[in-house]
């Protein structure tokens, strides 16, 4: 451990590697989180580990059981049909705000990053999450509290499996570029439909990568 560096650093370095390590499923849903090893693997002591973890309990992406060891949440298909049918009401609403609030100017560096995006050029995946700009154009601080806060981690997660499944990532772009052409051309309507449409093709898609799929449980895919 380096004793210049402050404590909240190291701490906010250990909450974005083990995030990175859930993102990408290193540490698999359901998986134990032992803090020991992690502190290990980051060469640093257990206190900013322990922080990093009790940040990531209070963003609801651990869990942990009096006398238990922490573990990555794991959520069921009722659980995520609930959280994705309220990100589908909710973002289909920020980008029917989005498509009247944002200036000609956004749009465009909008689409502009998007393409850039396709072989690997201009902005960075954090940078582009088209989300969250889309959230903070609906100029709707609420939605921007719900999106790229409370439920901002948490979708990041599930939204990277979904995108990880063969040809999701491809389609995924299309129907984006699609959302974003509809509300550079200032058609809200069209704009709220496409992106209902985009979250519950993720979803189905997610679910279908699931083992405790229950089959009555369905978003609405619009066409």
């Known amino acids: ?70 573990r990555v949440v794991q959520l069921s298909g009722r659980d995520l049909v609930e959280i994705f049918q309220l990100r589908q009401g909710v973002e289909g609403m920020a980008c029917r705000l989005a498509s009247e609030a944002m200036s000609d100017t956004d749009l465009q560096q909008l689409l502009d990053d998007l393409e850039q995006s396709r072989n690997g050029q201009g902005a960075t995946p954090e940078i582009l999450d088209i989300h969250v700009r889309i959230a903070k154009g609906s100029g709707n601080k609420r939605i921007v509290s719900l999106l790229c806060g409370d439920l901002y981690h948490l979708m990041r997660i599930y939204r990277f499996r979904s995108g990880s499944e063969p040809g999701r990532r491809g389609k995924a772009f299309e129907e984006h ?46 066409t």
């Open 177 to 222: 570029w699609q959302i974003v052409r509809a509300m550079r051309s200032r058609d809200p309507d069209l704009a709220e439909s496409l992106m209902r449409a985009h979250i519950g093709r993720a979803t189905e898609t997610l679910l279908a990568s699931l083992n405790d799929i229950e089959a009555p449980l369905r978003l609405v895919t619009e």
């Open 1 to 70: 451990m380096n004793v210049d560096t402050p404590q909240s650093t190291l701490a906010e370095q250990a909450f974005e590697q083990i995030f990175d390590l859930i993102l990408t499923g290193e540490l698999p849903l359901g998986g134990i989180v032992n803090e020991a090893n992690l502190a290990q693997r980051f060469s640093i002591s257990r206190g900013p580990v322990r922080e990093a973890v009790q940040r990531l309990q209070g963003l609801r992406l651990v869990t942990r059981e009096p006398y238990m060891r922490a």
